[in-house]
């Protein structure tokens, strides 16, 4: 969701922060703000819209310490009085996460005489630990030869005061007039911080550091950290000073350049034959792993939106090479309900992030009833891999664009190998789909179909078993960056009910992929003909777009069998989505009101 960065170091913090925050917008980019201390002040600039409207404003700041956030908007609406940093007194923090008790904090500050200006919950953290700081006394600050150094800053005693309050999540950095650092604080909400050559640093997540830092640490739950130009230094829950081990950063900076590409959706949709080679090289890595599940008597996948989408082909994969047990749940539903699970039990966690907020709390109670964790992610050392017992990776590269294409297609693959391995079942035949599926990149031609689309009030998408999967998530991806209304349908169920929707505004896209399934499709398609509705098919069975010839807008794609066939389909859904999105003049790689990473509930 949001994303925060923070420097502390010999170089010019904005300059820095900004970069940082650069690389994170794809976490939220409502509107963005940084804030440095010159020594004695801390000056704020902050703007709602993208992070390049800071860029003009970086004079304005000046100093060695600083923090910044771009926003992804949970309470208060986009604008320049809810942006980030906020301030309170003497204190200036940013946030990312929820504050849920918000209102009760917000009433008993009121009445003790704070003042808000913003409608966010982040204001309230601030207001919070400023009134724990002015209680305070600092003689790390008065008189510094006679503080033990070892002991906590006040401020982030008061940080630490004040979290004991908050119910939640949050990642917090928090900076105060006269002293030159921030404190940070995590629970539920991801943090690293990293040491580099000009300084210290702290960040969402690792492509924010990549170039930066040589080494980080990811913060868990309950600790804090104090960042100066000096040093980093980690505390307990209890802030007891700790040591921990800094790992190299692997992460590589995002790649902004286009390619010739105009937009980023198109681009990492020409990377997915990549993706796939790349999956398929890493396997190898979690192969023995993935031994140690074999025995499970029950698997559960979990994800959410194309992670989800992706754990129903997980699971007809699973059904099929290994005839085992399978359910499909969304993480947010599961996390809540009373599963009955033992330690024979499997949970398969999909999340490209790998700091899906749902997916990452469903994982952790599937731990504590006994289970297995499996984490399928494109984030190597994401808060899921340490939850999991076991990582399966996608090796997609970072996603910019906030839908899902290159990822998907990662991941669609690496839940099909693992399926293989548990049924013990060679995967050799999927060398042959990195070729295809530039192919189809290629040459599939959506141009009219897009036309048809970006006219239509409503696009509706269906198929049948994988097929229909694949119709869930092409509905979710036109939705999502063209704002056209439409759901993804089994194909069987089109007569009871869906058939109510259909007129001659409306398109109907049948996926069909299965050849046993594929005539039982096409009555559905000939359902929606008889009643006015356009349709459009994309298949790879023979006869069917003859059968549809003058009737219906086809793409033919190549035929790898039921099971790989659907990765081709599915990147003709996604090319069908971004090229209406551009029709519309939306603009694909941030639809609005939608983050990448889904860090909050």
């Not at 650069?22 to 939220?28: I, M, N, S, V, W």
């Not at 704020?44 to 060695?64: E, M, S």
């Not at 309230?124 to 906590?152: H, K, M, Q, T, W």
């Not at 603009?587 to 983050?595: C, Y």
Request: aromatic share 8%.
């Amino acid at each position: 969701m949001c994303g925060i960065v923070g420097y502390a170091g010999k170089g010019e913090a904005a300059l820095k922060v900004f970069s940082g925050l650069e690389q994170l917008e794809y976490r939220g980019y409502d509107s963005a703000g940084i804030a440095v201390s010159d020594g004695h002040k801390i000056n704020i600039v902050k703007k709602c819209g993208r992070v390049r409207l800071l860029k003009a404003r970086l004079n304005q700041l000046t100093g060695g310490v600083g923090i910044g956030h771009t926003r992804w908007a949970t309470h208060g609406k986009p604008s320049d009085v809810n942006a980030h940093p906020h301030a309170s007194g003497a204190v200036v923090v940013v946030h990312n996460g929820i504050l849920e008790n918000y209102s009760e904090l917000k009433n008993s500050l009121s009445a003790a005489g704070a003042r808000f200006v913003s409608e966010t919950d982040s204001e309230v953290i601030a207001a919070s630990i400023n009134a724990a700081y002015s209680r305070g006394n600092c003689n790390f600050c008065a008189e510094p030869n006679l503080c033990d150094p070892s002991a906590p800053h006040a401020l982030l005693r008061a940080l630490h005061t004040s979290a004991q309050t908050f119910k939640g999540s949050y990642a917090l950095m928090v900076m105060c007039e006269g002293f030159e650092g921030f404190a940070v604080a995590r629970f539920k909400s991801p943090v690293i911080v990293g040491a580099g050559d000009d300084g210290f640093y702290c960040a969402s997540d690792e492509p924010a550091l990549a170039g930066s830092c040589s080494s980080v640490y990811a913060l868990q739950d309950g600790e804090y950290a104090l960042i100066t130009p000096s040093g980093i230094r980690l505390y307990d829950c209890d802030l007891s000073p700790v040591e921990r081990k800094f790992s190299p950063n692997r992460a590589r900076s995002a790649a902004f350049d286009l390619c010739g590409n105009d937009r980023y959706m198109i681009k990492e949709i020409c990377e997915s034959p990549a993706a796939v080679k790349n999956t398929v090289s890493a396997f190898a890595s979690a192969e023995g792993d993935i031994d140690g599940i074999r025995r499970a008597d029950r698997f559960i996948f979990l994800g959410c939106g194309t992670a989800y989408h992706a754990a129903l082909m997980g699971k007809i994969y699973l059904e099929r090479f290994a005839r085992a047990t399978t359910e499909a749940e969304y993480a947010g539903e599961f996390r809540y309900k009373d599963p009955v699970l033992t330690p024979r039990s499997a949970v398969i966690a999909v999340t490209q992030s790998g700091e899906t907020a749902d997916t990452v709390e469903a994982a952790k109670l599937a731990k504590t009833l006994g289970a297995r964790v499996i984490a399928v992610t494109n984030s190597p050392r994401s808060e899921i891999t340490r939850v999991a017992d076991a990582v399966v990776p996608v090796e997609a590269g970072t996603e910019i664009c906030v839908a899902a294409t290159k990822s998907y297609s990662g991941q669609l693959v690496a839940l099909y190998m693992l399926a293989k391995r548990l049924a013990g079942e060679s995967f050799s035949e999927i060398c042959a789909l990195p070729d295809a599926l530039g192919k189809v990149i290629k040459s599939a031609d959506i141009c009219a179909l897009a036309d048809m689309c970006a006219r239509a009030s409503g696009v509706y998408f269906l198929g049948r078993n994988a097929d229909y999967a694949l119709a869930l998530e092409g509905s979710l991806k036109m939705r999502e960056v063209t704002y056209i209304a439409g759901g993804g349908y089994p194909a069987g169920e089109l007569k009871h009910g869906t058939l109510a929707l259909i007129d001659e505004n409306t398109v109907s896209v049948f996926i069909i992929t299965d050849g046993e399934l594929a005539s039982k499709s096409a009555t559905a398609a000939e359902q929606v003909l008889s009643r006015g509705g356009k349709v459009a098919i994309v298949t790879c069975c023979k006869g069917i777009a003859a059968a549809f010839a003058g009737r219906a807008e086809t793409v033919e794609i190549p035929d790898l069998g039921k099971y790989l066939t659907p990765v081709l389909a599915a990147t003709v859904l996604q090319k069908l989505a971004y090229r209406t999105a551009v029709i519309l003049g939306r603009d694909p790689d941030k639809p609005r009101h939608l983050a990448k990473s889904v860090t909050v509930e």
